[in-house]
Structure formats: C-alpha cells, structure tokens
C-alpha cells in the first residue's frame, strides 16, 4: 500500500437543507477534499460554516445532495442498508461529548465493544479482554473496563471514545470537536494520543476542531471552510502563511485568547 493513497476524497459534495418554509439552505457547497492513508487533514472554520454537515454526509448520516464519496476509489455516496453498515468498520467517528453518546448504566467494556457486537458475538470474558487491550492503548488503566461512564473524568470519557473508535480497527476516525469540551491541558494530551496512534496504526483522520493552534499542531494539511465553502488549504504547520483573509481573521480571534 504506498504512503500517497487516497482512501477517501469527496468531489463537490453539497449539501442543501429545505427548511420548513419551503427556503433551501446550502449547508455545504461542492467541497471535494483527498485524504491519504496515514494522514491528518483538519477542518477549521467559524461555527456553523458547515464541517459537522460535511462529514456526516460522509458518514451517511444524511444523504448527499449532489457529488460523489469515494472510499478507496469505491463510490460509496448512496450506499445503504447492510454494505452502509459495513463502512462502520472503515470510518468511525468520535463526537465532542462522549458522555451523552454512552449509555450510563452500561460498563466501559461493554461501551467500547458495543461497535463489535453489531457484527459479530462476544462473550463477557472476551469483551473484557478486548476492552482492557485498548484502555492501554488509549493509556487508561485496566480496572476502568468494569466502571461506569459517571465515574470518569471528561478526558478519560474521550480516551474510552477513542477506545470504542478503534475496536474495528477503522482506517479513517472523523473527530468532530472531539477534544473541544475538555481543558486545554486535557486536549493537549488526547491530541498526542491521537498522534501516538496514528503513528502506531497509520489510521487517518479527519480533525474539526475551532482550536486553531491545536489543529495546526495535529495536522498535515488543513482547510477552511466559510459557509459551507472551502476558501483555502494549507500545510498544517503554515497556517500563519495563510492568504485568504477569512483565515487571518479566524487566526486572530484564536491565538490571541488562547495558548
Ligand atoms: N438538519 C438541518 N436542517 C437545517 N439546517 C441545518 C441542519 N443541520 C445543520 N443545519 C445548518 O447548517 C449550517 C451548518 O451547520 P453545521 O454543519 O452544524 O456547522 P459547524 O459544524 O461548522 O458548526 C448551520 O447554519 C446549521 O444551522
Ligand atoms: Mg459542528
């Protein structure tokens, strides 16, 4: 597999929502993003300009309007049903509150191997098991599996989303804000985690994050999005070389109050 595949690329994605007046509203204009194996591709722009919109269309969340969805060349945009299903071991997503995406009277093993279960059986024992080989990869300690989500802090919450991520072994995690709820130390070290297992993995990931300092730290390459529009793409560590003056002002608003 050469380090330069494109695993997933959107070419002119749109998506329009018809509102309840009747009004249609483009949320996403023909983005068309490529994002190789291995790589990290951050997404910036001011809330509502779209990414959520984007990457669930991705997702297949909510259909496409118009353009194509490619993972690994295969055209994936209107797929449905079981084979939809089966994307979930390729792309995973994790959201900014893990908290209100878990279930509270269940177990972290049992958390982090519910993506498994939807395709395969396992037995207590093994989920266990499961469960415990990826809290260390996600640096927590064993005996987290058998506590409940209330008796985690914000950042261990994010590691055991993490964890539940990766239990596929997808080639592509889309953290949408997934670090935004948490206190900058905190985020600091989810996105070296996140590092650390990109590197370990080669997974690829798609970054949101309105943390441009942050972004521009984790990511290879990031664009900027302005309602619903691509306006630039940058190497991640260049951002301040950047042209369009959406992204200078995006920059000034972030570096002068945080970091
Ligand atoms: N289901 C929907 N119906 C109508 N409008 C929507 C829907 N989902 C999102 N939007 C609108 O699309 C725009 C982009 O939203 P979103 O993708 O959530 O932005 P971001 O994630 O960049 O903050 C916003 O104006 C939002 O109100
Ligand atoms: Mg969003």
């Given amino acids: 597999m050469s ?9 002119k994605v749109s998506k329009i929502f018809t509102l309840k007046d009747g009004t249609r509203f483009t949320a996403c204009n023909e983005v068309s993003i490529s994002l190789h194996k291995g790589e990290t591709l951050g997404l910036v722009g001011e809330s509502g300009c779209g990414k959520s919109t984007f990457v669930r269309t991705i997702m297949g969340l909510h ?3 118009s353009g194509k969805i490619l993972f690994k060349g295969e055209d994936i945009t209107n797929l449905t049903g079981e084979k939809r299903r089966e994307m979930a071991k390729h792309i995973q997503m994790i959201f900014q509150d893990p908290a209100t995406a878990f279930n509270p009277k269940m177990r ?27 809290l260390r990869q996600v640096e927590l300690a064993p005996e987290i599996a058998l506590r409940y989500p209330h ?9 055991v989303g993490i964890a539940r991520a990766l239990i596929l072994e997808p080639e592509i ?4 804000e997934a670090t935004s709820a948490l206190d900058v130390s905190v985020q600091d070290s989810i996105a070296k985690l996140l590092a650390k297992i990109q590197r370990e993995k ?27 529009n691509v306006v630039e793409e940058l190497p991640g560590d260049k951002l301040q070389s950047c042209q369009h003056p959406y992204t200078k002002k995006l920059l000034a608003s972030v570096f002068t109050v945080h970091r």
Avoid at 151 to 159: A, D, K, P
Avoid at 173 to 176: E, K, P, R, Y
Avoid at 204 to 211: A, G, L, R, T, V
């Fill in 63 to 65: 259909p496409a309007t």
């Fill in 173 to 176: 995690i889309i953290c949408d």
């Fill in 108 to 134: 972290i093993k049992d958390i982090i191997c519910e993506p498994l279960r939807n395709f395969e059986r396992v037995s207590d024992k093994e989920a266990e098991a499961r469960a415990v080989d990826l």
């Fill in 3 to 11: 380090a330069k595949e494109v695993l997933l690329a959107t070419d």
């Fill in 151 to 159: 008796e985690l802090s914000g950042g261990q919450r994010q590691r």
């Fill in 202 to 228: 080669g997974v690829s990931y798609i970054f949101i994050c309105h943390d441009l300092a942050l972004v521009s730290l984790i990511s290879h390459r990031v664009m900027v999005m302005q309602k619903g």
